[in-house]
């Protein structure tokens, strides 16, 4: 199963719907690391699990900053839910254990990218019907 940006997760924003795919390829190559893992190694999954942590810090980012500067009114609470997120998923990630991701590991990464997935459904999209009527 791969994750994409559904009709139902676009916010309008072309620059975060850009991005979100781009999230969203990430957690793909991730998870397809995992399975991967025993050909390719851990360094693979190291590499995966680096390149999502640091996408999603500076998509975050690109996303409070359009918030700054616009006056949404949700900055707090969404600058919130990112910091929690980002925080989680450095958890999550730090129990891969050495020699490997497990099922344990992968679920829970199923579970925080539908977390994702609904923020998406709903903050992003409350942000992305603001943006339009102030761009
Ligand atoms: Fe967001």
Redesign the pocket.
């Known amino acids: 199963m791969k994750y994409e940006v559904t009709p139902d997760l676009i916010t309008g924003h072309d620059m975060?719907d850009r991005e979100h795919r781009q999230l969203f390829d990430a957690v793909n190559q991730l998870l397809d690391s995992f399975s991967d893992n025993k050909k390719a190694g851990k360094e693979q999954v190291n590499h995966a699990a680096a390149f999502l942590t640091s996408y999603v810090d500076k998509h975050?980012a690109h996303?409070e900053e359009l918030q700054k500067k616009s006056g949404w009114r949700e900055f707090e609470t969404?600058h919130k839910?990112?910091e929690e997120y980002k925080r989680q998923l450095k958890e999550i990630l730090d129990r891969i254990p050495e020699e490997g991701p497990g099922i344990q590991n992968m679920s829970e990464i199923n579970v925080h990218v539908v977390r994702l997935i609904t923020?998406?459904r709903t903050?992003?999209k409350r942000?992305g019907v603001f943006l339009k009527t102030v761009e």
């Open positions: 975060i975050f996303e969404h839910f990112h923020h998406i903050m992003d942000l």
